[in-house]
């Protein structure tokens, strides 16, 4: 990476700023400046020091999304977790999971049981293109004597057999989080950290800037926040710019440009 230097912050302007380098916000950093795309990144702490620090280290699937019906989210997660699994194979590998099914609307055979089955049809891509030793197995049923044998401190009480799923386990974060900030780096984006922002200075009705410590950031066309805290700016602000869409985090991506009117 490229020595820290905050001057390059004050030449010229920024099509892109991010506020927050945690995981979210340097891969958002890396796909906005690899699509061409002039970009910042600024951090008030250390890169990957806040949530990304202190999470789960899963990359998950999306299971959790059919159970509100969210089959959008559930296939965008799937295709997220075997990009991941292609872009840093090495620092993944498979985890299974297991919980209890009991005769319950919710954690029962049957609606597990079907949420498997969409799971398989939504994930029949899930390993395509993938080293074997990451390939996923697909989600399964177990009885009550393999859940007790491979569970033996689940609640016994009504346990009507176990339901087991694959997802992949993080072996470094912090590792794969420096890798997007290096990536980032090497597309061209600029990036800070022990560098805060505060609210959005606006030029007219255009946002043209955010001042922090120790310089003002100047940018052309928006800013995007990648933090799972509260919002640095406490001015809401909006404006008609052309951006590329990003879902927030901490589930992102980056589509087709097209005309967004309003940050926060």
């Not at 099509?15 to 970009?39: C, F, H, K, N, P």
């Not at 949530?51 to 089959?71: I, V």
């Not at 922090?212 to 052309?220: I, R």
């Amino acid at each position: 990476m490229r020595p820290r230097d905050l001057t390059r912050f004050t030449v010229g302007s920024y099509d892109v700023l991010v506020i927050g380098g945690g995981i979210a916000g340097l891969t958002i950093a890396y796909e906005a400046s690899s699509r061409g795309l002039r970009t910042a990144l600024v951090d008030a702490a250390d890169f990957g020091g806040a949530t990304s620090f202190n999470h789960q280290k899963t990359a998950h699937g999306g299971l959790r999304s059919l159970q509100t019906g969210r089959l959008d989210r559930a296939r965008s997660a799937i295709r997220e977790r075997r990009a991941l699994a292609r872009i840093a194979p090495w620092l993944l590998r498979p985890l299974p999971f297991l919980v209890g099914t009991y005769r319950s609307s919710l954690r029962g055979r049957l609606p597990l049981r079907a949420a498997f089955a969409i799971d398989r049809t939504l994930g029949r891509r899930r390993n395509l293109g993938l080293e074997p030793e990451l390939h996923l197995p697909l989600p399964r049923l177990l009885s009550k004597a393999a859940t007790l044998r491979l569970f033996p401190g689940i609640k016994p009480d009504g346990l009507t057999g176990g339901a087991q799923w694959y997802d992949y386990q993080m072996v470094e974060g912090d590792r794969l989080t420096l890798a997007f900030a290096a990536a980032a780096d090497r597309a061209g984006a600029d990036l800070a950290n022990h560098a805060e922002a505060f609210e959005a200075l606006r030029d007219g009705g255009r946002i043209s800037g955010m001042p922090g410590e120790p310089k003002t950031v100047q940018w052309a066309i928006g800013r995007m926040k990648a933090s799972a805290w509260k919002p640095v700016a406490s001015t809401s602000t909006s404006s008609a710019c052309s951006l590329p869409s990003m879902v927030r985090t901490p589930d992102f991506s980056i589509r087709s440009m097209r005309s967004v009117t309003s940050f926060a």
